[in-house]
Nanobody, 129 residues
């Protein structure tokens, strides 16, 4: 059974940084796409960033490009999201998700959260102004 455990959320002032981690287990395929989605109150869940385990290709939503950095440790099935220059509009519950075997491009997954097969519980990120 695939399990994803996200951690690292918290409260930070605007301009600050946070690092999210997602530890995966039960992976049955060597290739996958894994990444982060978020959902703010009253809004739909949206893609933030994903990374491919096969070639390390990373993809970002326009709203976070240049401020967030995704990375992964394939040996540990763990993905990280370094969030810098945080803004109040980044406030949301952040979810880790994965798709196996991840055949499609990152833009495919970022465009629709329904394309991800497995989800972890969210971690709250709150950015105060």
């Amino acid at each position: 059974e695939v399990q994803l455990q996200a951690s690292g959320g918290g409260l930070v002032q605007a301009g600050g940084s946070l690092r999210l981690s997602c530890a995966g287990s039960g992976f049955t395929y060597p290739d996958y796409v894994i990444g982060w989605f978020r959902q703010a109150p009253g809004k739909e869940r949206e893609g933030v960033s994903v990374i491919s385990s096969s070639d390390g290709s990373s993809y970002y939503a326009d709203s976070v490009r240049g401020r967030f950095t995704i990375s992964s440790d394939n040996a540990k099935n763990t993905v990280y999201l370094q969030m810098d220059s945080l803004k109040p509009e980044d406030t949301a519950v952040y979810y880790c998700a994965a798709d196996f075997p991840g055949y499609y491009s990152g833009t495919y997954y970022l465009g629709d959260p329904a394309h991800m097969d497995y989800w972890g519980k969210g971690t709250q990120v709150t950015v105060s102004s």
